[in-house]
């Protein structure tokens, strides 16, 4: 798989948890552009596969991106699973949280060797 194919699958997938959709696409794009700096129309050229290359320095700054952007979700998950532990009084499988700090600690460490 081609370093421009791998790149246009982090950003289409940032802009799904963006929650992009045919209405605010531009938003979500200018969303990631600020949060990353990485230029609106360099991340719109991945998505719709007109960039055909990608500089390998470009490339680990889209990857560090999207790590960052899991690790964004992971976190909006950790902190729902312990609201949720909350109501329902400790009922909570405790393996799932244990799963899902598990997956964290993954990601960071990945993170750690992109940067």
Request: with cysteine; proline share 1%.
């Amino acid at each position: 798989m081609s370093t421009a194919v791998e790149a246009q699958g982090y950003v289409k997938r940032m802009l799904e948890n963006e929650g992009s959709t045919w209405g605010n696409l531009s938003q979500a794009l200018a969303r990631i552009e600020r949060r990353y700096g990485i230029p609106y129309w360099t991340l719109n050229n991945l998505r719709t596969g007109r960039a055909k290359t990608v500089e390998a320095g470009l490339f680990q700054r889209l990857r560090g991106a999207y790590l960052d952007h899991c690790e964004r979700q992971i976190a909006r998950l950790q902190h729902e699973l312990e609201m949720e532990k909350e109501r329902a009084n400790n009922d909570l499988d405790a393996d799932l949280l244990a799963q899902v700090q598990s997956l964290a600690e993954k990601v960071k460490k990945a993170k750690g060797r992109v940067a």
